[in-house]
């Protein structure tokens, strides 16, 4: 993969980590009920999310960085599928939250062309 595409995927992890951060109560409120601590764990999917961006910028550590951004996003998966639900209920954003339901396995397999 050129560099272009390594670089979008790094700035796309910075800026959506820096993003919880900015919005936290975005994030906070799509957090399923079950998550302990949901302000604790937005922080530390944002910071993740930031480290992980600027590691797969690093060659030594790029594969490892790419397996993490995979990881992460199985991980906030059922965040999503909540955040899907909550809109179907309300009636908005139905469109934009299921779309990012497989959206999320085109970004797993653009972390995988890094590994």
Known sequence: MGNFSLYLLAGLYILAGTMHFIY???YISITPKWVPSPAVINVLVGIT???LGILVLVPETQVLAAWGIIALLIAVFPANWYHHQKARRRGKMVAATL???P???ALIWWAWLYT
Do not use: A, D, F, S
Request: proline letters at 8%.
């Open 99 to 101: 779309i990012r339901l």
């Open 24 to 26: 936290p109560k975005v």
């Open 49 to 51: 999310e930031i480290t």
């Open 103 to 105: 959206l999320q396995l």
